[in-house]
């Protein structure tokens, strides 16, 4: 195992932890605005954790094609909603 593959699993291990927080709290929360900003940023990082693992398991097509621009959606999405509802 060489280290970029070393690199690309804890990346995967990572962010699926940490994007599970975030999906956790939306499905908790009773403030609507809140929901959605975990919701979209917990699918962000864990979609962009599958990415990495998808590249490690040499799935370019996969990685590059389908998830990265997912992952970079949900990412503007989360900016783009956070713009207009997170600042009071």
Do not use: C, E
């Amino acid at each position: 195992m060489d280290l970029v593959s070393t690199l690309n699993l804890l990346a995967f291990g990572a962010l699926f932890a940490v994007g599970l927080v975030p999906l956790y709290l939306s499905f908790k929360l009773n403030v609507k605005s809140l929901r959605i900003l975990s919701l979209m940023l917990g699918l962000f990082a864990t979609i962009h954790g599958t990415y990495h693992l998808a590249f490690d398991l040499n799935q370019p097509i996969l990685a590059m094609g389908v998830l990265d621009p997912i992952s970079v959606t949900f990412l503007l999405a989360f900016g783009l909603y956070f713009s207009k509802k997170g600042i009071p």
